[in-house]
């Protein structure tokens, strides 16, 4: 039982920590605007060679779903501590 919650909070830790990281990557693969802060122009050919506007110019749905990642795997670093608490409890026979 103790093994698993050690084990449960450490990878809870781990993927909490990486969440701030996991954000800004995302972010700046998704960016509307380019490296001189100038909005990102679909159809644009300064915004083709520009790699900051590359997934906005290409599919502006791409970007906005690719923004939904960070949520997500918070969500899925919540479901791990939501599992590792109820089989803990459960060995013990509290649940």
């Known amino acids: 039982m103790i093994a698993n919650l050690i084990g449960g909070f450490v ?14 990557e995302v972010m700046g693969a998704a960016a509307t605007t380019n490296t001189t802060g100038d909005a990102c122009q ?18 502006s749905w791409g970007a906005t779903v690719l923004k939904l990642v960070p949520g997500f795997f918070a969500l899925g670093i919540l479901g791990i501590g939501i599992a590792v608490t109820y089989s803990s409890l459960r060995q013990a026979g509290v649940v």
């Open 11 to 24: 990878a809870i830790l781990i993927g909490v920590s990486l969440i701030g990281p996991i954000s800004s």
């Open 42 to 59: 679909v159809g644009s050919l300064e915004a083709a060679g520009d790699a900051r506007c590359q997934l906005y110019t290409s599919s």
